[in-house]
T-cell receptor, first 115, second 116 residues
Framework: DTGVSQDPRHKITKRGQNVTFRCDPISEHNRLYWYRQTLGQGPEFLTYFQNEAQLEKSRLLSDRFSAERPKGSFSTLEIQRTEQGDSAMYLC?????????????FGPGTRLLVL | AQTVTQSQPEMSVQEAETVTLSCTYDTSESDYYLFWYKQPPSRQMILVIRQEAYKQQNATENRFSVNFQKAAKSFSLKISDSQLGDAAMYFCAYIYSGAGSYQLTFGKGTKLSVIP
């Protein structure tokens, strides 16, 4: 059973560029989450998918951010016109629907640095 | 809004000793779950222990146990017989178990160092 994987693990970009991250959840998991973690802070929720439907979005997810989960499998998170404040670790997690409170399994994250 | 507070930014413990990490939370809900996650340096976050709020019995996982005080909204983690591999950031997290809410709310974390 492979865990959650994320690609790339590291990304350095210049301000104003677009970046896209990919997350592959645990194969049987139908729920997928994106979080952002800045230095010295705990992860903060960005968005959540059940199968291919995006059901919840945080106010942190500005118009420059878009997430998709086509066919309910892998997910992508795109940031357009990156800003220095976007520099953070972007974490993906997945879970198997079980009535709420089920454990979310995290990937290794993508560390983004915007110069 | 729910909040999770970890008042100890850093802790240290001698190898083989016991350490307790503190966590308090604020919620108006009665049904929820609490978690402790471990994040080793440059490695992914893994679940340490999970507690269901409706269960009075404290959860345990081998050397890890919690002291869950629902009325006080306190959820501390005790690590017994500390090992070098326990060195990591530890995050306390809360999730409401009602329909439509699946986001974890995390504390800021406690950095645990284990001294040989």
């Amino acid at each position: 059973d492979t865990g959650v994987s994320q690609d790339p693990r590291h990304k350095i970009t210049k301000r104003g560029q677009n970046v896209t991250f990919r997350c592959d959840p645990i194969s049987e998991h139908n729920r997928l989450y994106w979080y952002r973690q800045t230095l010295g802070q705990g992860p903060e929720f960005l968005t959540y998918f059940q199968n291919e439907a995006q059901l919840e979005k945080s106010r942190l997810l500005s118009d420059r951010f878009s997430a998709e989960r086509p066919k309910g499998s892998f997910s992508t998170l795109e940031i357009q016109r990156t800003e220095q404040g976007d520099s953070a670790m972007y974490l993906c997690a997945s879970s198997l629907a079980g009535g709420g409170g089920e454990t979310q399994y995290f990937g290794p994250g993508t560390r983004l640095l915007v110069l | 809004a729910q909040t999770v507070t970890q008042s100890q930014p850093e802790m240290s413990v001698q190898e083989a000793e016991t350490v307790t990490l503190s966590c308090t939370y604020d919620t108006s809900e009665s049904d929820y779950y609490l978690f402790w996650y471990k994040q080793p340096p440059s490695r992914q976050m893994i679940l340490v222990i999970r507690q269901e709020a409706y269960k009075q019995q404290n959860a345990t996982e081998n050397r890890f146990s919690v002291n869950f005080q629902k009325a006080a909204k306190s959820f501390s983690l005790k690590i017994s017989d500390s090992q070098l591999g326990d060195a990591a950031m530890y995050f306390c997290a809360y999730i409401y178990s009602g329909a439509g809410s699946y986001q974890l709310t995390f504390g800021k974390g406690t950095k645990l160092s284990v001294i040989p």
